[in-house]
Nanobody, 115 residues
Framework: VQLVESGGGLVQPGGSLRLSCAAS????????MRWYRQAPGKERELVAD????????HYVDSVKGRFTISRDNAKNTVYLQMNSLKPEDTAVYYC?????????WGKGTLVTVSS
């Protein structure tokens, strides 16, 4: 089982990034998917989640209207489009698949928002 995040980097405030998480080794289309983030010195927090079919999504209040989670089950990939980035969005972003007694995590990708 693998979840591999990509797309992080350094971006100026107000900029955009698109994170991707490529999944393998399990039936991706059966799992709800989540993006978490962990900022330095803070607890890991759930940022967004999407149902297995991609019909339902939820966001933490701090990213509503700025971030969009989506998935492509044919490509076994979940995305996080991040717009209007703020310095407080700086964190390591992780994707997660949980269900059927399993809990899978990627190693994360670092997003730094700074001028």
């Amino acid at each position: 089982v693998q979840l591999v995040e990509s797309g992080g980097g350094l971006v100026q405030p107000g900029g955009s990034l698109r994170l991707s998480c490529a999944a393998s080794g399990f039936t991706f289309s059966r799992y709800d998917m989540r993006w978490y983030r962990q900022a330095p010195g803070k607890e890991r927090e759930l940022v967004a989640d999407i149902t297995s079919a991609g019909v339902g999504t939820h966001y933490v209040d701090s990213v509503k209207g700025r971030f969009t989670i989506s998935r492509d089950n044919a490509k076994n990939t979940v995305y996080l489009q991040m717009n209007s980035l703020k310095p407080e969005d700086t964190a390591v972003y992780y994707c997660n698949a949980r269900g059927y007694g399993m809990d899978y995590w990627g190693k994360g990708t670092l997003v730094t928002v700074s001028s």
